[in-house]
């Protein structure tokens, strides 16, 4: 397995080196081959090689890189964003760009409190939180398309379509099912979350295509919920989900919530997924430059992404080590955050390094 690692800025660098330590622990362990190269994707070169800081003058990342990365059988990335340069600019040059150009159609969110987590949530437990949200990653209102006129003026007007196809929300769709299948939990449900009582056109088009590739799945049950319910039922009633599907910018905003209620960015994990190519592992926490070289911020997140990788790398390629190699990483985590004092940076009880250290003992004596 060839895996591109893109450390990025600030604390990414750090958090994705415990990642691949416990990535030595596990192909040791379970005896799989690998080799890393790193690519330099980050603020500190953009503006080297003389990036405006802001406005986007030269690209963050160059076409011939972008080929060269479609060689590859995973993606392993840190984290995006830098103080100097403007909010935008290496979002939509890395992460965004990388996104759309190599169809990484899924993100991938599960959310599961680990044992020993804090929740906001008074009175839930790991049992009660634990379920998946397939994002739709590559339409939606990201896709750039609109404008604005006038711009500055009294009369300024802008635009910012929702591009939805049915091509797009039936891929999403089918991945979901597909997960849902897999888990198989007993609830053996997928959600599809979405604002169809006013968002008529677009909602219309991912309820169909829905309804209609769920008869394809007839031992998963087919369920509904708008968005803004849904965000009530996430600190309510989490328990109730299993799976749940929805379009892009719904699935963003959803995802930050339930990672709080996962318990904060130090533990969230996701994967932006081209079944068909390529995909991109990340913790879902930023660069954090206040933490930046102190040996404080959480593995744990780019940890769990990393056995993201595996697993999801496993289950696309039908190679059943790197599924088990993925499982025993995340068990390592599991068996890693009791011992945790908490989950936010510089209050663990350890440093950065020591937790990446107890993940990989924990992957290396495991049965
Ligand atoms: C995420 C992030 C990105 C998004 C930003 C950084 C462009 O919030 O991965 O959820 O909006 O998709
Ligand atoms: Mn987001």
Known sequence: MRIAVIGGDGTGPEVVAEGLKVLKAVSDRVGFEYTTKDFDFSGERYLKAGGNPDEPSIPVIHDHEIAELRTYDAMY????????????????????????????????????????????????????????????????????????????????????????TRFGAERAIRYAFEVCRRRNNPKKMLTLVHKTNVLTFVGGTWYRAFMEIGQEYPDIKKDYNHVDACCMWFVKNP???????????????????????????????????????????????????????????????????????????????????????????????????????TQAAGKMGFSTTEVGDIVAAAVAEAK
């Open 239 to 341: 328990e109730y989900y299993d799976v749940i599907v929805t379009d892009n910018i719904f699935g963003d905003i959803i995802t930050d919530l339930a990672a709080i209620i996962q318990g904060g960015l130090g533990v969230a994990a996701g994967g932006n997924i081209n079944p068909e190519g390529v995909s991109m592992f990340e913790p879902m926490g930023g660069s954090a430059p206040k933490y930046t070289g102190k040996n404080v911020i959480n593995p744990i997140a780019a940890i769990a992404s990393l056995g993201m990788l595996l697993r999801e790398t496993g289950n696309n390629k039908g190679d059943l080590r790197l599924v088990d190699a993925g499982n025993r990483v995340e068990a390592a985590v599991m068996a890693t955050t009791p011992k945790m004092q």
């Open 77 to 164: 990335l840190g984290a995006v964003g830098h103080p100097k340069v403007a909010p935008g600019i290496l979002e939509k040059g890395v992460l965004l760009r990388l996104r759309f150009e190599l169809d990484q159609y899924i993100n991938l969110r599960p959310v599961k409190l680990y044992p020993g987590v804090y929740t906001p949530l008074k009175d839930k437990k790991p049992e009660d939180i634990d379920f998946v949200v397939v994002r739709e990653n590559t339409e939606g209102i990201y896709t750039g398309m609109g404008g604005v006129q006038y711009k500055g003026t009294a009369a300024e007007v802008s635009t910012q379509i929702n591009c939805t």
